[in-house]
């Protein structure tokens, strides 16, 4: 090269320069595709249970202390997503579900956010290479498995991210608690480290200051 530098210099600037972009918003690994398992009867009847849908109520808290913590989440976090979501009354609605849904299921918002993150960038309307929907990509079959079966469903946002974060949960029981093994499982590539690192590091950028 005329400019003297070595291939291994030109290497380690464009890993440089990738590890930068991702810092901001990190890349999906290679897509996998989450595996359709046979489910014990009564874990599927469980799983359409906790899939079956109201509309999540407006927020309610029992203390003052609690209201107080769930607006000091929103503050931090709105401006985090506005780049994605400009419009301010659909970002706030996007984050009071993510902040219910993460509860009902007993996940993190961050974990859930950065999740969203990998997944599908934030992206409503989302379809992965092997047919995976919306904001948690979620493959058709679980409509059939544990839903009423209208794959179109799984673009609106409420039923989305109910599913996403039910099946999460569902997948970090399996692994009895293991966050690892069970992004693993979500993204169909479990014991493989670059989805659930990639996860990680999309979920710091959500963490409360």
């Known amino acids: 090269m005329t ?109 859930v956010l950065g999740l969203i993150q990998v997944e599908s960038g934030f992206r409503q309307f989302a379809i992965s290479v092997v047919g995976a929907r919306g904001y948690m990509q979620i493959m058709p079959f679980w409509a059939r498995l544990i839903g009423d079966g209208d794959v179109g469903g799984l673009f609106q946002l409420k039923t989305n991210l109910r599913f996403g974060c039910v099946i999460m949960r569902h997948y970090l029981d399996r692994e009895r608690g293991d966050l690892f093994l069970a992004l693993g499982r979500y993204n169909g590539s479990r014991g493989r480290s670059p989805y659930p690192n990639a996860v990680f590091a999309a979920q710091q950028r959500w963490r409360l200051a």
């Open 3 to 111: 400019s003297g530098w070595s291939r291994r210099r030109w290497a380690s600037a464009a890993l440089g320069c990738a590890a930068a972009a991702s810092a901001a918003w990190p890349l999906r690994p290679v897509a996998a595709s989450q595996l359709e398992e046979p489910l014990a009867d009564s874990v599927r009847h469980a799983l359409r249970a906790a899939v079956e849908f109201n509309d999540p109520p407006e927020p309610e808290f029992a203390s003052t202390e609690a209201r107080l913590a769930y607006l000091r989440w929103l503050t931090q976090i709105s401006p985090r997503l506005a780049r994605r979501k400009p419009e301010l009354q659909q970002r706030v609605e996007f984050l009071q579900t993510v902040w219910y849904e993460s509860r009902r299921a007993g996940l993190d918002e961050s974990l």
